[in-house]
């Protein structure tokens, strides 16, 4: 286990209902995701993974899942290189205020190669989090996504 981490914080004008619906619903991921839906019976202990098509790319176990406050679960991830003696662990932190959410994702467990210092990619965790929650607020917010970009 490392402590290096990557930590992004994002306010969306939505109830938390609506975020917590988009953070746990298939058709609304693939919106938002780069097009990976994600499943999961939404239980501690029960696998979560996000696809693209019918193939998994990314899963993990349910650490905590408290509706519209905590989504918590181990990450793997098809295409890491890295031997890792633990997997990562994402979490999704919820807080309504008056009618914004305060969203927090906390990304643990990193290596150095998790995290990719260069411009106009969406390869590591700092560059692909920020992309997607980003993607995600304007869902939620204006009813469509971002238009396409091309890293």
């Known amino acids: 286990m490392t402590d290096l981490k990557f930590v992004y914080v994002t306010y969306i004008e939505a109830h938390p209902e609506k975020v917590w619906e988009a953070l746990t619903n298939g058709d609304l991921s693939e919106q938002y995701f780069f097009g990976s839906r994600v499943e999961s019976e939404w239980k501690e202990g029960s696998r979560i993974t996000y696809s693209r098509g019918s193939k998994v790319t990314d899963w993990g176990e349910i650490i905590k899942c408290d509706p519209q406050k905590e989504l918590s679960f181990t990450w793997n991830n098809k295409w890491d290189e890295e031997e890792r003696k633990t997997p990562t662990v994402a979490t999704f932190t919820l807080k309504e205020m008056n009618g914004t959410v305060r969203l927090t994702l906390r990304h643990e467990n990193l290596m150095e190669a998790d995290i990719v210092e260069e411009e106009d990619t969406f390869?590591?965790?700092?560059?692909?989090?920020?992309?997607?929650?980003?993607?995600?607020?304007?869902?939620?917010e204006t009813g469509r996504t971002l238009p396409p970009v091309i890293a």
């Open 123 to 140: 390869v590591g965790f700092n560059n692909g989090w920020p992309a997607i929650l980003s993607n995600l607020k304007t869902l939620l």
